[in-house]
């Protein structure tokens, strides 16, 4: 069974994670809808998700660094106690300028929890059970972030006043599930770990570059999601914020059902061309954005969207943790991170700033025709990255 397998310290670290991934979804709801409520400005609803891209880049890192020196449980009950310090800020007033404290804390803290338990995984969990685990951590993702995302609607709507003492209580559950233990005997000598230097790393990392270089573009562009979501809901469809807060809860539910059937299917998913057949359906996404003026036709594009998201992710995440070795896995997973999302907080404050000349409509549309001849390259790319991180047989003799 896939419970037994996993394990009780795999379970109580990830309810831990899912509890910090309410509470971040929670944040972004309720406060980017207060800003825009109080300002009515895109441009800074745009600065948050920038913030808090930005913060995540810079510390990747130095928390890959710690990663692999330091017992991850540790770090994972640090990120928990630092996300509790930055929500209760909160308790002294609302303005712009707290939001953007919190965003740089709850950003730092979140992607130590992330990466703390990505490591715990490794250590934790045998590597046959990898594929799952990695897609239970996708599949709660998904619930917690709906779940986050409903619960700050509502309290836009019932308990304004009362979101930061929500905040802080959910977080509190958080840190003592994530109070820290011993680590498995398998975690890497010492002396392994000063063996395995960044040359090693640099040298892993370029056999990757293809596929990161993809993954640059794409999250670069998915971050319209984030900085217009607001701003389309209030100034141009003028819903309420119960329809926003359903827009931004159908990527995750999307993703929720598709991490369900990537468990189910992973070894037929598990293919090139299946993976990069589905990526080409992205930029359509963004096309429907652009062109539709209907609130119930963009959730149901943003739905789908997260539907095919865990169905491309999983069978290559699952595949990076397995091939990456133990050794220098903290500073591997950090360089990737700080790859891939290198373009996130660039690609944010560009799009706040294209804002102010142009409706989110007519950039959705334009990001989605970008996009279209970049999935097709996607082909060989994803083709190329299966290759190099298919195990080796050793060579009859």
């Known amino acids: 069974m896939v419970g037994p397998r996993l394990g009780f310290t795999f379970f109580r670290f990830q309810f831990s994670r899912a509890l910090s991934t309410v509470t971040w979804a929670l944040f972004m709801v309720f406060f980017t809808w207060r800003v825009i409520e109080v300002y009515h400005s895109v441009f800074l609803v745009g600065l948050i998700p920038t913030i808090n891209l930005l913060v995540d880049i810079l510390a990747s890192v130095p928390i890959g660094h710690l990663i692999d020196r330091k017992n991850n449980t540790i770090l994972n009950f640090t990120a928990s106690i630092l996300t509790a310090a930055g929500f209760s800020l909160f308790l002294f007033g609302f303005s712009v300028y707290a939001v953007y404290a919190v965003a740089a804390i709850t950003s730092f803290s979140t992607s130590l929890k992330a990466d703390s338990f990505s490591a715990i995984i490794k250590k934790h969990v045998t590597e046959t059970g990898i594929s799952k685990a990695t897609s239970y951590q996708q599949g709660f993702t998904s619930v917690s972030t709906l779940i986050g995302f409903a619960v700050g609607g509502l309290s836009l709507v019932f308990i304004s006043e009362y979101a930061p003492y929500l905040l802080v209580s959910i977080t509190a559950v958080a840190v003592v599930l994530s109070f ?25 990392f370029r056999k990757l570059i293809g596929f990161l270089l993809l993954g640059l573009v794409l999250n670069g562009f998915i971050v319209t999601l984030d900085v217009y979501g607001s701003g389309l809901f209030n100034l141009y469809l003028h819903t309420g914020p119960l329809l926003y807060a359903v827009f931004v809860a159908s990527l995750p539910a999307g993703m929720l059902i598709g991490s369900i059937g990537a468990n189910r299917l992973i070894v037929k998913i598990e293919r090139p061309r299946i993976g990069a057949g589905l990526m080409m359906l992205y930029p359509p996404v963004l096309v429907i954005l652009g062109l539709s003026g209907s609130a119930v036709i963009d959730i149901a594009a943003v739905l789908f969207l997260g539907l095919i998201l865990p169905l491309i992710n999983i069978p290559m995440i699952a595949r990076l943790v397995k091939f990456t070795p133990r050794e220098i896995f903290g500073r591997v997973m950090a360089f990737v991170k700080v790859f891939l999302g290198s373009s996130t907080p660039v690609m944010a ?14 950039i959705f549309l334009v990001a989605g025709l970008i996009l279209i001849p970049i999935s097709i390259a996607s082909f060989r790319v994803i083709s190329d990255y299966y290759s190099v991180t298919t195990p080796k047989l050793p060579s009859a003799a």
């Open 180 to 204: 820290p233990g011993a680590e498995q005997s398998s975690m890497p000598s010492a002396e392994k770990q000063g063996q395995a230097g960044y040359r090693d790393v640099f040298s892993f």
């Open 349 to 362: 404050a560009f799009f706040s700033l294209v804002s102010v000349a142009f409706p989110p409509k007519t």
